[in-house]
């Protein structure tokens, strides 16, 4: 069964230090990869995917993030942290047999101190 | 502007009174789904349909109906909402059900409170 792990519930960063975001999938298939961001009070945004082509991800707001297939991990990161980035992130796997359903991590909340 | 709209925002409600949760989306989308958001359980889906009049269910669709009468909206129904219901619920609507092509774009979410 599919399933995603985010490791770490809080990650603390200063203001223009890297922010790294764990994720490790487990899926039988070819996943599809997702990482979500959820601002206070809004719905999830969509800040990059994974679907088989380039390994490396480049997504909105300066985030990327690389699948690494032997590590069967997707972490997220961003050279330096702003601000503006403090929210909770989600990493989700859906594939072609799930069909529409997005497997959901627990969730990272992002704090940025100035 | 492309969107789901959800409503309302925040709900406070008494045990076993029916209520439902509207969703609209304006992208002609095919696929929508539910989902229920709680701290340390990310999120997950309630319900789901793939098109007019056709739905089904997800992981945890217990104490939930819904009904896709119309392309563009998704009713979320707590027939009889119990205390374990409080939660964060958004919808979300895709083109297809193919996510790597077409990822789900969510709602702003309501947040419920059931005592």
């Known amino acids: 069964a599919q399933s995603v792990t985010q490791l770490g519930s809080h990650v603390s960063v200063s203001e223009g230090a890297l922010v790294l975001l764990r994720c490790n999938y487990s899926?039988?298939?070819?996943?599809?990869l997702f990482w979500y961001v959820q601002y206070p009070n809004q719905g999830l945004q969509l800040l990059l995917k994974?679907?088989?082509?380039?390994?490396l991800v480049k997504g909105i707001n300066g985030f990327e993030a690389e699948f690494k297939k032997s590590e069967t991990s997707f972490h997220l990161t961003k050279p330096s942290a702003h601000m503006s980035d403090a929210a909770e992130y989600f990493c989700?796997?859906?594939?072609?047999?799930?069909?529409?359903?997005?497997?959901f991590g627990q969730g990272t909340e992002l704090s940025v101190k100035p | 502007e492309a969107q789901v709209t959800q409503n309302p925002r925040y709900l406070i409600t008494v045990t076993g009174k029916k209520l439902t949760v509207t969703c609209s989306q304006n992208?002609?989308?095919?696929?929508m789904s539910w989902y229920r958001q709680d701290p340390g359980l990310g999120l997950r889906q309630i319900y789901y349909?793939?098109?007019?009049?056709?739905?089904d269910k997800g992981d945890v669709p217990e104490g939930y109906k819904v009904s896709r009468k119309e392309k563009r909206n998704f009713p979320l129904i707590l027939e009889s909402p119990s205390p374990n219901q409080t939660s964060l619920y958004f919808c979300?609507?895709?083109?297809?059900?193919?996510?790597?092509?077409?990822?789900?774009?969510f709602g702003n979410g309501t947040r419920l409170t059931v005592t």
């Open positions: 992208m002609n989308h095919e696929y």
């Open positions: 989700a796997v859906s594939d072609n047999l799930l069909g529409g359903k997005l497997i």
């Open positions: 899926s039988s298939v070819p996943p599809y």
């Open positions: 349909s793939m098109n007019v009049e056709v739905t």
């Open positions: 994974y679907t088989s082509a380039a390994t």
């Open positions: 979300a609507s895709s083109l297809s059900r193919q996510l790597g092509f077409s990822p789900l774009h």
